[in-house]
């Protein structure tokens, strides 16, 4: 477990990662659907965003913790690697049309 305070906060944004992302199965489950754009559906593009934020969070705080604070604990490096890994799949996805 981490030992620092930016190294909890990593660990914190990355649960609220699983949540919104849990609350976006959730709406899909109960029927809603997409469309074209981001904002077709709010009810799925609004838990995407807020998932997104909180993988920057991860990655910052992670960043912090193990630069500034010299953390050691694999979580922190587990969970700054995963912010990371969500907000390249995210920048793939905008920038390269399918």
């Avoid at 709010?42 to 010299?70: M, T, Y």
Wanted: charged content about 10%; glycine content about 12%.
């Amino acid at each position: 477990m981490p030992k620092s305070m930016p190294g909890k906060l990593s660990l914190a944004f990355f649960a609220g990662i699983w949540i919104a992302f849990g609350v976006q199965v959730a709406f899909s489950l109960a029927g809603e659907t997409g469309g074209n754009g981001l904002f077709d559906s709010p009810k799925l593009a609004i838990p995407a965003i807020i998932a997104l934020l909180e993988a920057a969070g991860a990655l910052v705080s992670g960043i912090i913790a193990i630069v500034r604070f010299r953390e050691r604990a694999a979580l922190t490096y587990i969970v700054t690697g995963a912010g990371a890994a969500i907000l390249l799949i995210a920048l793939a996805e905008v920038a390269v049309p399918h």
